[in-house]
């Protein structure tokens, strides 16, 4: 748990190159880099930004570590729902689109959400 911690911590500063927060391309390329096998529509500019809307509650038009950490948490919620129920992806991505929606992350149709798909459906 500790390494992964660590990792969640070094990813978003490594992507915040020295600053306190994610301007609007620097959380693309996060989310491009280091989400696109858990979410779909990380190449979508329009879609990752509406994301980054969402998360930012002061409205400061970035992304800082909270905001960024609400995002690692709705996703772990959504794998971890996913891994207790078992009923598959079509589960997942009710989940994860709920999480997403309820959140003002996502649109629940287009734009950011979760796939069909990913590693953690290999069991």
């Known amino acids: 748990m500790e390494a992964a911690i ?3 911590v ?3 500063l490594k992507s915040a190159k020295g600053k306190e927060s994610l301007g609007g391309k620097d959380f693309q390329r996060l989310v491009e880099s280091q989400l696109s096998n858990i979410l779909t529509d990380t190449d979508s500019k329009k879609a990752v930004n509406e994301m980054r809307e969402g998360l930012d509650a002061n409205q400061d038009g970035k ?3 909270e905001e960024y ?3 690692v948490g709705y996703l772990a919620t959504s ?3 996913q891994r207790i129920s078992q ?3 079509d ?3 009710a989940i994860c689109s709920t999480v997403l929606v309820n959140h003002g992350l996502g649109d629940g149709g287009s734009g950011v959400a979760c796939p069909n798909n990913g590693p953690w459906l290999n069991n």
């Open 69 to 71: 950490m609400k995002l």
């Open 10 to 12: 070094k990813v978003f």
């Open 6 to 8: 660590q990792t969640v």
């Open 79 to 81: 794998l971890s729902q």
């Open 87 to 89: 009923e598959g992806s």
């Open 91 to 93: 589960h997942l991505e």
């Open 63 to 65: 992304v800082g570590f």
